[in-house]
């Protein structure tokens, strides 16, 4: 079972994540609804899969991710986001992320990308 | 502004809809409001642009269609709180969404939502607004774009 941490401001998007996520195999340690929640919550719970939005208040996305990759380089990131230009998921990308997935989102699309960000765990 | 970036905003719309569980929105002839008086309705969430685009984007829907979009996109919970979040986040969508073909300094900042009253509602009188009507099931709401470059 992967430990997953949910960071959203929209509570509308951390409660489909929720609902969505196979949940045998992800287990929900922690929800965080900006930046700064998300890396305090991280000592704590040090999951293994995070998803991620990237506009939000105090810490936004980007930085964040940033910030959880070098804590811990293994974590897998996936980018939750309506921000659809190529230039911020390059960037994504480059500060540690490991999967990009476009708001608006199905619930079989978000399966399919956590099941596509975690695959190679499973080899 | 071009009729290409307006069409951005009605495909942001349309997509954001094609995700609910009523898939039926149908999108009305966009027309030019003066910003005396801009349109809105019970709940608006309201998106502030910087960069190469100034002004904000937002959406406006009645208390009622956000009820059953909540529903629609498999929430139960229908409180005033959810309602208020779901304003945003579709207008953050629909913003967001747009820097694909806007690119990234099309500047978007985190929803700010305004409930009830319209006179809360205050953008340059200067501008005039596009404002695209949309009908989902039986309830009519607005996306309002005010840009200037």
Known sequence: ?123 | MTEETLQVFIDGVSRYFEHTKDNDLRVGTPYLADNCAPVSMDYTGLIGVSGSNKGCVYFTAPKAMLRHLILSLGEPDTSDENMVDLVGEVANTISGNARRELGKNFMISVPVVVSGAPGKIHLPTELRSYVVPTTWRSYNAAVVICLQH
């Open chain 1, 1 to 123: 079972m992967l430990k997953m941490m949910i960071v959203d401001d929209s509570n509308i998007i951390r409660s489909k994540i929720c609902r969505a996520h196979d949940s045998e195999r992800f287990d929900v340690v922690a929800i965080a609804c900006d930046g700064a929640e998300a890396l305090r919550m991280f000592h704590e719970c040090r999951p293994d899969v995070v998803t991620m939005d990237l506009t939000m208040p105090n810490v936004d996305g980007l930085e964040c991710i940033a910030k959880l990759a070098r804590i811990d380089p293994e974590v897998l990131i996936l980018v939750v986001s309506a921000l659809s230009d190529q230039a911020t998921g390059i960037e994504a990308l480059e500060n540690g992320a490991s999967g990009f997935l476009l708001k608006p989102f199905s619930e079989e699309q978000l399966r399919e990308a956590l099941d596509e960000l975690t695959e190679h765990l499973y080899d």
